[in-house]
């Protein structure tokens, strides 16, 4: 399922919105209310997925979280790639978005998570040899707002034919702020993408057992573009200023 072009939605200034939360938002995002939800997650390859003489893609795998905190509304997590050059047409069957698990499960959003530690999922994807990139996040505060970054910069990375290439572990530090009738919401959140590889990847030879430990290559998303600075103790400190 792909995102509509025709989705309504009505921007709301960061200035309203620091009269309605408690503190200020911590990121350059723009808060927007969506009265259509945009698509589905792009889905993991198939259990039994192998490479073959015969397979023309590669995969990109890794896995998505987010941090649990305590919202009066169940927070969702998305993070959207898209070839580094889409044509006129564009390349919607190459272009997507991976969801990390919301912190709570509420009418049947998330699933369980794969990791005893954090909500979160491990995520394998097919996609055409070639250039890409990671052009955005977005939170969806489950109170019918979106928290998405201003003009984000790409976070490019290559996907080979008959390879799978690690990314990381992408999570979302999520911040609480209090709305208007003093419900704790999502107000703000910060990406950081670090090398899980450790944990990860055995957890994915079993969820994939035909793919084989030398078939995948890693190489971490640098997420310094999008104001991660590398550990989670700078990210958390960034959200509180």
Not at 54 to 75: F, K, M, P, R
């Amino acid at each position: 399922m792909q995102p509509t072009e025709k989705r309504r939605k009505m921007v709301i200034s960061r200035n309203f919105w620091r009269k309605i939360l408690s503190g200020s938002p911590g990121t350059s995002a723009v808060v927007l209310v969506a009265l259509i939800v945009s698509g589905c997650a792009t889905k993991s390859v198939d259990q039994n997925f192998a490479f073959t003489p015969g397979t023309e893609t590669g995969l990109i795998v890794g896995s998505a979280s987010s941090s649990d905190e305590n919202s009066a509304y169940d927070a969702t997590v998305s993070f959207r790639y898209s070839p580094a050059r889409m044509n006129d047409a564009l390349d919607f069957k190459n272009s997507g978005h991976i969801e990390a698990l919301s912190p709570s499960l509420w009418f049947g959003r998330g699933g369980p998570s794969d990791f005893k530690d954090v909500a979160g999922k491990l995520f394998a994807i097919a996609l055409k040899p070639g250039n890409y990139s990671f052009t955005s996040w977005e939170i969806n505060n489950g109170s019918n707002a979106i928290i998405y970054p201003i003009d984000p910069k790409p976070l490019a990375f290559t996907v080979r034919k008959g390879k799978a290439t690690y990314i990381g572990n992408m999570h979302m530090y999520l911040r609480t702020g209090r709305n208007f009738f003093g419900i704790t919401i999502i107000a703000d959140g910060r990406p950081s993408i670090t090398d899980k590889s450790e944990r990860d990847i055995p957890l994915l030879l079993k969820r994939f057992p035909k793919i084989a430990r030398e078939d995948i290559e890693i190489h971490v998303l640098d997420d310094r573009p999008w104001g991660g600075n590398g550990p989670p103790k700078d990210i958390q400190a960034q959200l509180q200023d």
